[in-house]
C-alpha cells in the first residue's frame, strides 16, 4: 500500500501524449560522467528534514532530481524523487531506469534516471517524504529548466 501511495501521490501529467527516445533517458548520471558537468539549477525543501533538487549536465544536455533527507532514513520508501519532461511527460523515479532505488531505512538520499533536457524541452524535479506514522508523504516541486 505505501508502495502505491508513493507512486500515485506525484500527481498527473498535464503533458502530450507522445514520447520521445533519447540515448540519454533513463540512464544513470553517471553513464558517460554527466555528473561531472552537473549544476544545480533549483532546491526546494520538502520539510524542515528533507529537499529536492533538479540536477542538469551542462556536457550532456541532461536532467534528473535528487532527492536528500538530512538524517537517516528509519523506515522502507521513505522519500522519493521523480523528473518529469515537458515535451511529452516522460517521467522517471528513483525505483526506475537509471536511478538508485527509493531512499530505505538507513539511506539518506536517491537520486532519478537522466532525461535529456536540451532546449526547446524543460524539466522539473520533484521530491516527496513520509509523514512519520502516516501513508501520507509532503511534496515539494522545483522550477522548470
Known amino acids: 500500500m505505501i508502495l502505491a501511495a508513493i507512486i500515485t501521490s506525484f500527481g498527473t501529467n498535464d503533458h502530450p501524449a507522445y514520447a520521445e527516445n ?4 533513463g540512464k544513470s548520471p553517471y553513464y558517460n560522467n554527466c555528473d561531472d558537468s552537473a549544476v544545480t539549477k533549483d532546491k526546494k ?20 532530481a535528487k532527492v536528500t533527507i538530512t538524517k537517516k532514513a528509519t523506515s522502507y520508501y521513505e522519500a522519493d524523487a521523480r523528473i518529469v519532461r ?15 532505488g527509493a531512499v530505505n531505512k538507513g539511506q539518506t538520499s536517491c537520486y532519478t534516471g537522466m532525461v535529456y533536457d536540451y532546449a ?8 516527496k517524504h513520509a509523514i512519520p506514522n502516516s501513508d501520507a508523504y509532503k511534496v515539494a516541486k522545483t522550477i522548470w529548466y
Open 86 to 100: 515537458n515535451t511529452d511527460g516522460k517521467a522517471l523515479t528513483c525505483d526506475g531506469s537509471g536511478g538508485n
Open 22 to 25: 533519447h540515448s540519454y533517458d
Open 45 to 64: 525543501w520538502i520539510d524542515s528534514v528533507s529537499y529536492v533538487e533538479l540536477k542538469y549536465s551542462t556536457s550532456c544536455k541532461t536532467a534528473w
Open 120 to 127: 526547446p524541452r524543460k524539466s522539473q524535479a520533484q521530491g
